[in-house]
Every structure is written in C-alpha cells, then in structure tokens.
C-alpha cells in the first residue's frame, strides 16, 4: 500500500480531477475515479494501478505546473504503484528488491551466471570448456535444467499467488467466482490491446511531450507477443522431449525453433524500443528511477540475444560459455517474474478487472 | 533593439482564436506571427479552461447527441442576449459554425462523448477530448508545422497605429525590446477580466473582491489601444460574464474546480444572515451566471450557500470540503455571520416550504410560499445535521467590453467606414454577437468562426 504522503497527495489530485473532469475520455482511470465516493489508501492503489502512465491527462491539465495547483497524475500514481508493488510482495524480506531495482537484477545477473558458469565447468572439465560443442546437453544434462527451471518456476508462481492475493482483498474485490465471464473478459481485452495507451482518440499516448504517439503501444505488443512466442517454443519442446522423445537441438525448421527465433527477435526489438522510449519520457511523468522499471526489459532483452545465439554458436567453442550466460539470464528473468516490474503485468490486470466489475455493480 | 522583422500577418493572442487565424492565414499562403504574452506552459487564454464549442448540425453525428438547426440556434442566442446582438454577424457565426467540427478534428483536435455532469449539453454542444488545453496543444503543433512563428512572453505590446491603419509594433521579451511590423493585424489578445485595476472603474471597489476564474494575462492592453485608437466600441465595461464560485478559490485560473453546484438544493444568505434571492428558479447551469452578479451586489460581495445533510452528494464533488456543523449557531460562528438573523431566516423558510415531492432533476413542486423572496424549486426544510455552508464570491470569466467588427472580421471606425488591415477574433469582438447573457460553448464558437474570416481576410489583404 501507498505510505501516507504519496496516498495524501493522491488523494488531493484525485478530489481536484473529480471537480474538474476534463479527462475523462483519456483512460478508464477518470471513470473509475468518479464512481468512487471517497478517496481512500485502498482505492489509490486501484486507480494507481490502473493507470497505464499513458501521459495524456498531464500534458492536457489546465492545472498542470507552473499551476499553483501543481497536478501531476501519471507522476503521484507511478509513486503510488511502486510502493503498492513493494507492499504487497511476497516474501516480505524481498521487498527491498523493488526499491533497488537496478542492485536487484545486476546482483541476480551475477549469481545465477556464475552459477551456471560453475556448473558447465563441473560438468564438461574446466580443460574441455572452451572445446567445440555441438549438444547443450553434453555442458549439462536435460535433468539438472529442467529440475532448476520447474524448481524456480514454483517459487515463482507461489510468490505471484501471495502476493496478487493480498492485493485483490485490498482493492475489495469479491471472490473470483463471484465476477462475471464478461468482466474477465473485456479485462484481459483491455489488457491484452493496451487499450488504455491510446490516448481516448486512438493517437497513442503522451508519454514523451504533447504529440501522441503509438510507439509504446507497438513496441510493448512486439514484446508481449515475443515473450508469448518464447514461452511456446518451451512448452513445445519440453512436448518434444518427453512426449516425442526427440531431444534438442531442433533443426531450423522445426516448431520450437520457429517460435523461439521469431519470439526472440520481436523481443530484441520490442526491448529496443521500450528502453529508447524511456530514454525519451517526459521526465515531469518520472516521479522515481531506481532501474525497476527497465530490469524487466533489460532482462528480456539479454536473454533473447544470448538465446539467439545459442544455435549460431552450436559447433564452437564458445557454446559452453554462451550457454552458462544464457541460463544465468533466464534464471535471473525467473527472478524478476517473482519480484521484479513482471508482475505489473499482473496488478494491471486485477486493476482492469475491478473497473470492469466495478461497472457492473 | 533588433532590426525590425516583417510578417504578412501578426496575430496578437494565442487562444483558439488567435491560433485558428493563424493557420488560416499560413494556409492561404501568409507569412505569419503569433505574439503570445503567457509563458508557453500557460498559453493560449482562457481557452486553457474551456471545454466545448457550440456547433450547428442538422445529423447529430458524432460527437453530436441529435441535431441542433439554425433557427433553434437562433432562437436561443436572441433569448439570452435579449436582441442585444448583430443580427447579421450572429446568423454568420450559427451558419460558420457548422464546419467548426470538422475543421477542428482537420487540425489534430479530437472530440469525446459529453462529459458526465454536464446536463442537457450533449445535443448542443461538442466536447473537446482532454479539454482545451488538449485543443491549444494541438493547434500550436499544427501551426508550428505550417511554420507560424510563435513568440512566447511578449509583453508591454505597443501598437503604432496611423490613423485607421496598423504600421507596426513593439514588444518586451526578457527585457529587449523588439519591433515587427506586418501587412496586417489580427487582435485576438481576449478582454481585460483580470486587470483588476480596469474592473474597479466599471465596477467601484467592489471588483477587488472578485475572483478571476481564467488566466492572468488577459489584462486588456491590445483592446485599450485600440478603443483609444478611436475604433468604434461594442458592450459596456461593467459587463461580464460572472458566476458564484467557491470564495476560497484562487484569485487567478481556479477555472471549473472553483464552482458549487449546491445553490439550489439549499438557502443563500448575505453576511447579515439574510436571502436576497430565489435559489431554485431553474437548473443550477441555466441560473449560475447570474448569481455572480448578485453576490457582487452584497456587503463585501460574498455569500454563502447553507444545506443540510439531505443535499450530500446530490452535487459535483468540490475541491474543498463545506465548513460543517452539528447546528445553526456553530454553522453561523464557522462563516462569521449573526446566528440570531441566520436562524430567523432558516426557521422563517423552514415555516414557509411546503411539502411535495422531491426530485433534484427535475423542477420539482418543493416550494415556499409567503416569504418575500420565496424559492421556486428544491425546497425543503433545512433541519437535518450536520450543516453545510461554502461561502460565495462573483468568479469573472470573460468581459463584454471590444471593438467592433464587420462579417470580414475588420475593425470599424466612428465614421461607419471598416479599417483596412486590422482584424480582430474571440472575446475582443465576442460582443458583437453576446451583447448580453451567455450560452454555453458561445463564445468558443464566436472565436473559431471569426478566427477563420479573420485569418483568410488578412491572408488575402496581405497579397
């Protein structure tokens, strides 16, 4: 939850946007904000979270700095979601992780690559680690990755369970099964075409000054279909594996090499893209940076482009070290799904949904 | 002092007005200047706080809720302005307006739904998307790229005028000063709502106690010179366009957060505790104007709007929270004002309502009866704690004081002859049309209509 000067200040831009209402046809967040009857702790980290930092309310305030009334909204509410990400994370000894994002994910870098390092070495010699290798499974076996990766991945999917868990009570929302299919459904809508990035007009968002642009929108779709793509080449290997029982490396013109390479290039780009974007934001809408925000796309990004190597590397020398990288990466990615910027993804979409329950009541 | 620099057309102003001459005039191949007095985070006018114009329409397409002809149009401007309008210049703006929509959304600027808790406005008005700060933005962009040349703070504006003729200007800008001269002068700078000094001597000292509900700038220093400039007069100066707002508003650019809606779902009395008028004669949207009037004429030109707990959440949320309290008396110490005469003039209206049925959206049957000023709508008994009151000031928005125009949008002079190459749009020639009273979305419409002649007459003059 909010501290209480980040609520107080939210709560006060808040009681002057409800008077005012000019933004409305933005995003779903003024909507939502007048359909509340009182601005409370709980109903900040709703509304904060439902914002999508788009830009277009601040750069259209008539009561925006040098304004004596000062409103920034996409600022106070990006302070009021940081905090909201770190209260709510599970365990609680990991909350530091989201006010050190930068330290968070060049220490997990670090370990899990060395780590990995460590364990190629074990596995082919320290003499034979820079010999030509041609299969993955010769610098370490099927077995001892995929223990690591479904061990990870429980860790993972059991601290998104406590912590997404703690933030639905905490915004009201009733039982899951209690909220209609037509409320899940035009949530994940909104969530999977972004459609709170397109500024009300369809234009896109404001994020780096008064133009609109789509380019966010785009680069953030190349990267969730990338991801998607990514995680499919997994779970159709992982089927060619045990159920086919044809064990990597696939050959180009395979499905699970279709689909990595085609997830792992939109992802190169969409990362791209994002962190050029950030380079460009209206640094008014930044109310802090501590590297949170870019660990997730900083991650993606190095775990495409060492993954895309792999095959390319295949036959050299330089597969075993490429290799210990590239997992190192993917188990440092493993960490920031649990208690990096990944789970925004998630907070977003419980928000969406509360909107859209909210709707219905 | 740098060397002087020629434009075909200088714009004074850059609100809607002002910026839609602009890139009229570089879209009919002029060479154009915008001098703008509000650093660029504060421009473009009052326009900044505006959110709709007024557009004819016979479809209703979007962003329109059904159509809105020309004689209904008409009718209404004739019954707010009580014929106090140019018959001739107010059919030109109802037939030109018909295109403001298009030309708009032409011009970058996107329309949205009608904004909620804004009654009876979907049909007659069209809504800007983000407002109009949203809209000025956009227009600047477009300008820009037309490649109007765009002069932020430029202050202490000084005309040289020959006779009835424009030569050129200078201007102020972090302490230079620079002269431009043009082939012709589009004013477009508002009028002088917030020079308090001007307002004082059409209004005595009561105006020191007004708020100004718009932008600072619009201290009326381009429609001084050219009123000394002999060019003929529209409206007086003690007329303007004054609501009740919330008294603890700023003095300056409250815009619409400053307003209370709760006037007719209670009583407002003076500082002597007493009524002095009918606080539910129609729509709160169709009476506030001329509460801004009528606070102005009370001691210290303030009032205060009383409820009972039976009226929370029956209006817009406001910025600040009412002054409360558990009785009459502690309401009355909280505000300053005699609790013996606010309690009389509670218990005399409490006396005198009879009961019907309530129903805040319509006009209802709540009445009083037998008082000397009763209420016509809303009326129930105030007895239900804990006690509401947000105190009142006269809020101006705009003043009806300028010059006056001809359908070319040029300036005239005493003799009934127009000036050659000075051209004026938005609130400096609004009174033209809105001599008297208000419709929502008017005097945007005013602006944008006359913006466009403005901008293709100096265009054309300056070939």
Redesign the interface.
Known sequence: MPTDKTTAEAIRVM??C?????????CAVF?AM?RQ?AFTKNNIEFLSNLCHQCG??Y???????????DINVPAVFEQARLESYTQFLWPAFMQPAVLNGSRFMATSLLVSISLFLLAVTEQAGVSHILAPQVNFYNLMPHSVMASIFSFAALAVVISWWMTLREYWHSISLPSPWSIGMASYSAAITSALTLKNLDG??G?GCYESG??PSLWKRRFHHLVLIGFFLCFSATLVGTFYHYGLDVPAPYGWLTLPKILGVTGGIMLLVGCAGLFRTKQTTDHRLVSSDNGYGMSLTVLLFFTSLTGLGLPIAQGTGALGLLLAVHLGCVLALFLNFAWGKFTHGFFRLIALLADEHQKTQ | MTSTDHFDVIVLGGGQAGLTAAITAAENGASVCILEVA?R??RGGNT??T?NLRPMHESGAFPMEGAYGFDEYLDDLLRVTGGETDHALAELTIRESEHAITWLQDHGV?F??P???TLHLGRTNA?F??????LV?SL??FAANLGVHTVYEATNIDLNISGTRFIDLTYQQESNTHRISGHCLVAAAGGFEANLDWLEEAWGPAARNFLVRGTPYNKGNILRQLLDAEFKQVGDPDQCHAVAIDGRA?TY?G???S?VDSVPLGIVVNNAGKRFFDEGEDFWPKRYAIWGRLIAAQTDQIGYAITDAKAD?LF????LPPLKSKTIDGLAKQIDIPAAALLQTIDQFNAATISGSFNHQALDDCRTQDLLINKSHWARKIDTPPYSAYPLRPGITFTYLGVAVDNQARLQVGSGNACENIFAAGEVMAGNILGHGYLAGIGMTIGHVFGRIAGKEAAKHAH
């Open positions: 009681t002057i409800n008077a005012c209402r000019y933004c409305e046809g933005h909507p007048e009857t277009a309310c750069q259209h305030c008539q009561y925006a700095d040098p304004h004596e009334f009300g007009h234009d008064e133009s | 650093p985070a504060m900044r706080h959110r996107a949205q739904p904004l909620s808790g809504f998307l983000g407002g109009g700060k949203a933005n600047y962009r700023p650019d815009g619409i957060v307003r959440g817009m949320p406001t910025v």
